[in-house]
């Protein structure tokens, strides 16, 4: 009984902390089946916005300056971020903490000093634009993947790579046959936390961008005061809508729970 | 040795990263040094970053820190009982609390902040709902309140995440033994759960004070323009009033606040946060 009453409270609390993260997703959504520019009214149901929303340019085009960006700094983060990983994990124990010191500071710093930093250093020697603000993405992505790789590089099984040398194949594609494999796991889990930290950055693209070039959150940022187009709701929805399915499908499918099991059983 | 082939010896791999952090972090850190500690006129000065303590913003200095410590202990109170419940209803397995928790990201985080300003708002939804009911109206737009709620809001999952990252790893029979030796609910929680929370609880304060300090978008959209945090005083130096100098300096003195972050962290590992979910 005091077991059963205690479930239905822990159901209650889960219950009051969903709504409370998801409260403000709802609103979006049904704003954007809303027939009215209106954001407090409704004005019946409409899939207008849906539709007007892939013939608006300005946001087609900062829907793939977002997206490009988040790809594109990902990946080049990935790449820099796994062979940094795979070399500061070699170093002295004194250059190691040097280095993680310094990788923790995009990461701790306040994004408004890391963005005014960058925008400042910037101007120095490139015009702010797409250019700029795909290096601060950069910069502030690979600490995500240096935490996510670390991990596995630590659980790696080094005498795998010397035995394949020794069997005589080369660093390269030892380290593509051995090494690569054995940090698939953290290296894509870093690329897409590092892809959805690009997404959801704000406050440094806000300052390193400059004129001209918008990603979808500053050019929200600057509909505030005009009124946010209704277009927008349509095309965070169908955002939301998308991973909530890709993660659903990642999370829950059975077929790759049991593969998952199997290779941990092998390995 | 020379069986090793090399792999060992393979720290000239981090070349590329070592070049980046010179030249995007480390570096940028010495330019805003450099603003923070000149006058426009180009002599050193530390008046830039002594501006912290003018009447002014040393205001919005305290309301940030006001907004910063609530938000970190509601953030600490909220998380606790959630963790508890989802390990309570096994919800803790397959990355439910992951998915459940980060998934609001993929909503554009202006956009959640406007939802909030609608919900909020004097003729808003909650408004509309509390007369329904016949309730008083709240009058919460453009207030403290608001802001409260709002960095509440977009930061709680950064306190969630680690603490229930710490919870889950304690062993079942650690608990069982507890119980069998007749200790309570309360007991458990208090002797054993909570200790062992603690390197959890640590990243998460990290990851919601400065954050939540530190935002002016949060506050800008919630508090009406009004509510200044000091975030909004530094952005509004370099958009509006193109003051460098002075918005570097008022940077720089944000910085003890991350510094004190970073001592934090430098006993307790940031590694594999986030990972678990992709």
């Known amino acids: 009984m005091v077991e059963k009453l205690k479930n239905l409270i822990s159901r209650c609390y889960l219950g009051l902390i969903l709504l409370f993260l998801y409260a403000p997703i709802l609103v979006l959504i049904v704003l954007s089946f809303n027939n009215s520019r209106s954001r407090v009214q409704w004005g019946g149901f409409t899939l207008d916005w849906y539709s007007r929303l892939f013939s608006n340019r300005q946001i087609m085009e900062a829907l793939s300056t977002t997206l490009t960006l988040a790809f594109s700094s990902a990946l080049i983060a990935t790449v820099i971020g796994v062979l940094g990983a795979l070399g500061i994990h070699a170093m002295r124990r004194k250059n190691y903490q040097l280095v993680m010191v310094c990788t923790n500071i995009p990461l701790l710093n306040a994004d408004i000093v890391t963005g005014i930093a960058l925008m400042l250093w910037f101007v120095n020697f490139m015009p702010l634009g797409y250019g700029s603000v795909l290096l601060a993405h950069i910069t502030f992505n690979i600490p995500y993947v240096i935490l996510s790789v670390m991990p596995k590089i630590r659980q790696m099984n080094l005498s795998l790579y010397e035995a394949a040398r020794d069997l005589g194949a080369n660093a390269v594609y030892a380290f593509f046959k051995i090494i690569l494999p054995q940090l698939a796991g953290g290296i894509v889990a870093g690329f897409f936390m590092a892809f959805t930290m690009s997404m959801d950055d704000f406050v440094i693209t806000y300052f390193t961008k400059g004129a001209g070039v918008n990603t979808l959150s500053t050019m929200i940022y600057g509909e505030i005061r005009k009124g946010i187009k209704p277009e927008m709701y349509a095309l965070s929805t169908i955002i939301f809508v998308f991973v909530f399915l890709v993660l659903l499908a990642v999370n829950y499918l059975p077929d790759r729970k049991g593969k998952a099991k199997k290779e941990r059983v092998k390995g | ?278």
């Open chain 2, 1 to 278: 040795m020379n069986k090793l082939k090399g792999i060992n010896k393979r720290s000239w791999l981090s070349t590329p990263y070592l070049i980046w952090i010179i030249g995007f972090t480390v570096i940028p850190m010495a330019v805003i040094f450099r603003y923070a500690l000149s006058s426009p006129e180009g002599g050193f000065t530390l008046a830039n970053v002594a501006a912290i303590a003018d009447p002014v913003h040393l205001k919005a200095v305290i309301f940030s820190l006001e907004i910063a410590v609530g938000c970190t202990l509601i953030c600490i109170l909220l998380s606790y009982p959630l963790v508890l419940a989802l390990r309570r209803l096994n919800l803790g397995k397959r990355g439910f609390a992951l998915f459940v928790l980060i998934l609001p990201m993929w909503m554009n985080f202006i956009l959640r902040v406007l939802a909030w300003q609608m919900i909020l708002s004097n003729n808003g939804i909650l408004n509309l709902l509390l007369q329904k009911i016949g309730l008083e109206p709240v009058a919460l737009a453009n207030s403290g309140v608001a802001i409260m709620i709002g960095v509440v809001y977009d930061y709680l999952p950064y306190m969630v995440l680690p603490i229930f990252n710490a919870v889950s790893e304690i062993d079942e029979d650690i608990i069982d033994a507890a119980k069998d030796l007749g200790a309570g609910g309360f007991t458990i929680f208090r002797k054993i759960i909570f200790p062992l929370s603690v390197p959890g609880l640590l990243s998460g304060i990290v990851m919601v004070f400065v954050p939540s300090m530190t935002s002016f978008v949060i506050s800008d959209i919630l508090g009406g323009g009004k509510l200044q945090l000091i975030g909004n005083i530094i952005e509004q130096e370099f958009t509006k009033s193109m003051n460098w100098y002075l918005g570097s300096g008022l940077s720089v003195s944000l910085m003890i606040f991350v510094l004190i972050s970073m001592a934090f962290t430098m006993r307790n590992d940031m590694e594999g946060k986030g990972s678990a979910i992709w």
